[in-house]
């Protein structure tokens, strides 16, 4: 598995933090630099591949014991450095586009549910039906009323779709994820299933489901799937940390986490791009190249490989 991103753990690792801020004043900034979804079939886009370099703003990457020169990252078992482009993977199945949706006040009215039971409600989290608060309604999306609409509509209904989060750990951490689904949720860390919220139960998107995750370093691999049983549609998740290994143990370690101040990945952020996970949702890529499907559907080609400085 490839990645586009390293998520460099720990206090040395402030430039982490500063890619994914940067990322998303880009993003709202400049939106033309998103993939145009009317141009992936025929390849034609030119995707910026910010992620691969730089993280720590010298122009050196760092992964465990491999040190990359500018405009490389670390291969996938962490032997080589390698430079490598994308460009759009074609789609061979639904190209379902990412819209906010629309908030919709009994969203996250209970507020945060963390793991053993610890119920938080405020403006934040939520705390009521009768305001359009709390994290499902900010950060909320599914797919497109119909193609190039602002925001979203029901569709898909009765299939699951969603992103895969990639996460490039230098040291072992922990991290929050939060999440809600009109009407399911599932989350899953390097393929075993973390927390699922089944049925058409309305608990599902107005609690913000709250999970810890203790990750050793290395790749991982999460992926986070919504799913609509009909009628209007929402999933949102976010990703916060890293945070010191062993820190979040208990529902009040989790509270006390700066969640807010630490979020590195957001279904908001996929706004204006494809979901690169789904039942029906195929994407194909040349020989010799890998899909890549953490955050926007690419392929990933290695076009040179050198050793570890
Ligand atoms: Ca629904």
């Keep these: 598995m490839r990645t586009r991103c390293l998520f460099l753990v720990g206090l040395l690792a402030p430039g982490c933090l500063d890619y994914h801020m940067n990322s998303e004043k880009e993003l709202e900034s400049a939106p033309e630099e998103r993939i145009d979804l009317d141009n992936i079939e025929d390849g034609t886009v030119n995707f910026d591949d910010t992620g691969t370099t730089d993280e720590s703003g010298d122009g050196e990457v760092f992964v465990g014991s491999c040190d990359c020169p500018e405009s490389y990252t670390v291969s996938d078992d962490g032997g080589s450095c390698v430079r490598t482009e994308t460009f759009p993977a074609t789609p061979r199945g639904e190209v379902v586009e990412v819209c906010p949706i629309e908030p919709f006040r009994t969203y996250g009215a209970y507020g945060a549910m963390y793991p053993d039971g610890t119920n938080v409600k405020n403006e934040y989290w939520g705390q009521n039906d009768s305001d359009l608060h709390g994290r499902l309604n900010e950060v909320g999306v599914w797919g497109c009323e119909y193609p190039g609409a602002s925001t979203a509509g029901h569709d898909p209904i009765d299939t699951w779709i969603g992103f895969t989060v990639c996460l490039d750990v230098e040291e072992p951490g922990d991290y929050l994820v939060g999440f809600a689904g009109d009407n399911r949720v599932r989350l899953s860390v390097d393929g075993e299933r973390l927390h699922e919220q089944t049925g058409e139960d309305m608990h599902n998107f107005k609690y913000w489901w709250m999970e810890s995750m203790a990750l050793d370093a290395g790749n991982h691999r999460i992926d986070i799937e919504g799913y609509n049983a009909g009628s209007i549609a929402a999933f949102g998740a976010e990703v916060a940390g890293p945070f010191e290994s062993g820190s979040l143990q208990t529902d009040e370690d989790m509270i006390a986490a ?42 990933e080609e290695v076009v040179e490989e050198i050793p570890c400085r």
Excluded: H, K
């Design 258 to 299: 700066d969640y807010e101040g630490n979020i590195m990945w957001s279904t908001a952020d996929a706004v204006g791009s494809a979901f690169p996970l789904g039942e029906t949702t195929r994407w194909t890529c040349p020989d010799g190249t890998t899909f890549q499907g953490c955050d926007v559907p690419v392929c």
